[in-house]
């Protein structure tokens, strides 16, 4: 698969890539100065969480600018390295990192309310219901390998960009509705619904991988289809595997006795006088 750049386009590409990289950063230093606004007042924050934020940064930055990005335009298996990145690693990542939670901690009282009154509204809810945000996520897959749309967005800069940014939208949306946390959602799903929500979704997503195995996009080769079908395929299922592990996670992990007024914790002695 080979496309050529005029001057226009290769700049538009430059330019793209320009934004991408101070988006990236600027998500970065935002959240950082929020974290440090946070433990200023004596409110603390996980690292884990700040580590997660900056991590699901740098794999959209790397699916975005670099040369990764760069072998996108012309290689199918690089193009397939950032859909991983951009729409499953990536999301996951960002999810994990409770952006919302901080925002609503450390902006004004005004501003926070206003957010979450965003949260609970009916759109909102809509968007955040688990099969909407699958359809929005692999569907939008579908319609990117299926149609003329992929052999547009190598074609046309804007058509590029559009489609990087929905892939990225609709992870991160799927991802929150599906897990469970850990940024609020008042009309989150119930645990079962989301385990459907989201085996539908896999099975959707690797059948794609079969099909594109079995009838490459157009201007891609079948050599090229293969081995971006399999990377699609494998090295999506580390991700589905967290997904699946985080939104079973009351069935997983048991819950903790919660104690009671005058109650003690079992196995430990009364104090002696």
């Known amino acids: 698969m080979t496309h050529h750049h005029g001057h226009p386009e290769a700049a ?6 320009w934004l991408s990289l101070t988006s990236v950063a600027a998500a ?12 200023a007042r004596g409110i603390f924050w ?5 580590a997660s934020w900056a991590a ?49 901690r ?11 009154r965003g949260l609970a509204s009916p759109p909102f809810a809509v968007l955040t219901n688990p099969f909407v945000a699958g359809l929005l996520n692999v569907g939008g897959l579908w319609v990117l390998y299926r149609t003329g749309l992929f052999a547009a967005m190598h074609d046309e800069p804007l058509v590029h960009g559009l489609v990087h940014i929905h892939v990225l939208a609709a992870g991160y949306l799927f991802t929150f509705a599906v897990i469970g946390g850990p940024d609020p959602a008042p009309h989150r799903a119930a645990p079962p619904w989301r385990v ?11 059948i794609l991988a079969k099909v594109i195995y079995a009838d490459p996009p157009p201007g891609v080769s079948v050599e090229q289809a293969h081995a ?3 990377l699609m395929y494998y090295a999506g299922a580390p991700v589905e595997i967290a997904l699946l592990v985080l939104v079973c996670r009351p069935w997983l992990l048991p819950r903790r006795p919660v104690s009671r007024p005058g109650s003690r914790r079992p196995g430990r002695q009364p104090a002696v006088p």
Request: net charge positive.
């Open 12 to 17: 538009m590409l430059g330019l793209a890539e």
């Open 28 to 39: 970065v230093i935002v959240y950082t100065f929020a974290v440090y606004r946070l433990r």
């Open 46 to 50: 996980p690292r884990a969480r700040t």
């Open 56 to 104: 699901g940064c740098l794999m959209v930055g790397a699916a975005l600018v670099g040369p990764l990005a760069d072998r996108a335009h012309h290689d199918f298996i690089a193009h397939m390295g950032t859909h991983v990145l951009l729409g499953m690693l990536g999301p996951l990542l960002l999810v994990l990192g409770a952006p919302v939670t901080v925002a609503l």
């Open 106 to 116: 450390v902006l004004p009282v005004a501003t926070a309310r206003r957010i979450a």
């Open 196 to 206: 459907a929500a989201l085996v539908l979704a896999i099975a959707a997503h690797n």
């Open 228 to 230: 971006g079908a399999e």
